[in-house]
């Protein structure tokens, strides 16, 4: 763990956060499928689904603000014999736990299981494709080049998909109109690959974190999330109504909605006064952001083993994602905590 004074106290704090809010996406997922549709429910389970969207691409973003600073301490040989290395570690050893918890029936679907890991760990996949871009993503947040590349990014990785896929489903049947179709087939015939995906965010992260906004534009980019979560929502709920079957398409990382979300959320906390935090809370808040990966890992295991001990019948299944939340992110960060504790643990699985 990086000292007290080399930590980005607001970084930390979102990392925390950020968690907490993919756990609740994976308690939320199912209920938005398993709660009536329009129903008050849904809609209350939808809004809490939509207001944890940001979640991943902050990820992407703080690691990009600790990577990519000019004084970063991060080098080629430690990025890969380091970081990437612990990732790879972390999922050979938790994808064994996962597969040999489901049990699979031969051996082929074991390696199978093993090899693919559990549906969370895609995650890890695209970490170690950022990571290795790492020198190369530098190089651009570190030139001129930088606000051409994430105004090529805004374009590609997050306008132009929204408007010719999912603004195109909200204004008329998106398969059957040619107009739209025949746009979004020749929208792929770009390749603009280079600033597609997470290295968007991940470049977005670092301008955000190196640029110091006036009030008024701070506050402006502040309002952004609730206008984000308030998209995410209706869009959401539009088109499942229309399709009459829940609709993801809204809930995706690369929408204009969750977008703002993400870039709302991470000025809130970059401009948070927290100069005063005392130094002992400083301390506890570094243990539990640098446990955040260890929490990531394991809470699937803990959520289910949570619900089969405890399935609290009799409680309406809307209420039990708000139960089972506390439960299974507290349970998972003891977990985690102590096995930071151990130092070959920290560096290989956790």
């Known amino acids: 763990m990086k000292n007290e004074s080399q930590r980005i106290l607001y970084l930390d704090l979102l990392r925390i956060i950020s968690i907490m809010a993919v756990l609740m996406i994976h ?20 809004l809490v689904f939509s207001a944890c ?20 301490e991060h080098s080629l ?10 990732l790879i570690t972390a999922f050979i050893f938790w994808s064994l736990i996962y597969t040999l918890v489901e049990t699979p029936e031969s051996l082929y679907f074991f390696a199978q299981k093993w090899i693919r890991g559990p549906f969370h760990f895609w995650f890890i996949f695209s970490m170690i494709s950022i990571y290795i871009l790492i020198p190369i993503l530098r190089s651009i947040a570190n030139s001129k080049a930088l606000d051409y590349y994430l105004l090529l990014g805004g374009i590609f990785t997050i306008f ?71 998209l995410t929502w209706l869009f959401s709920k539009y088109t499942s ?86 439960i299974v992110y507290f349970i998972s960060l003891i977990i985690s905590i102590l096995l930071n504790k151990v130092t070959i643990l920290r560096k290989t699985i956790v």
């Not at 040989?77 to 612990?86: C, D, L, P, W």
Request: aromatic letters at 18%; one cysteine or more; hydrophobic letters at 45%.
């Open 160 to 230: 132009l998909p929204t408007c010719l896929e999912n603004i195109g489903i909200l204004l008329s049947d998106f398969y059957q109109n040619p107009v739209f179709n025949s746009l979004y087939t020749d929208y792929h015939k770009l390749e603009m690959y280079p600033v597609l995906g997470y290295s968007f965010y991940f470049i977005l992260g670092y301008k955000l974190s190196v640029t110091e906004f006036r009030k008024s534009t701070s506050f402006a980019i502040k309002i952004l999330l609730p206008i984000g979560l308030i």
């Open 77 to 86: 040989k430690e990025i890969y014999s380091h970081n990437i290395f612990h």
């Open 241 to 326: 109504l229309q399709n009459g079957q829940v609709d993801e398409r809204f809930f995706d990382y690369f929408t204009f909605n969750v977008f703002l979300q993400s870039i709302g959320i991470f000025e809130s906390f970059r401009a948070m006064p927290l100069k005063k935090v005392s130094s002992e809370c400083r301390k506890i808040i570094a243990t539990i952001s640098h446990s955040t990966f260890g929490v990531f890992l394991i809470h699937i295991l803990i959520k289910e083993f949570i619900r089969i001990r405890l399935p609290f019948d009799g409680i309406p299944m809307f209420f039990k994602p708000f139960i089972y939340w506390p």
């Open 53 to 72: 969207r940001w979640a991943v691409p902050i990820f992407f973003m703080i690691s990009g603000a600790l990577f990519l600073r000019k004084d970063s």
């Open 27 to 46: 308690l939320e997922d199912s209920m938005i499928y398993s709660l009536p549709l329009g129903s008050l429910e849904w809609d209350i389970s939808a």
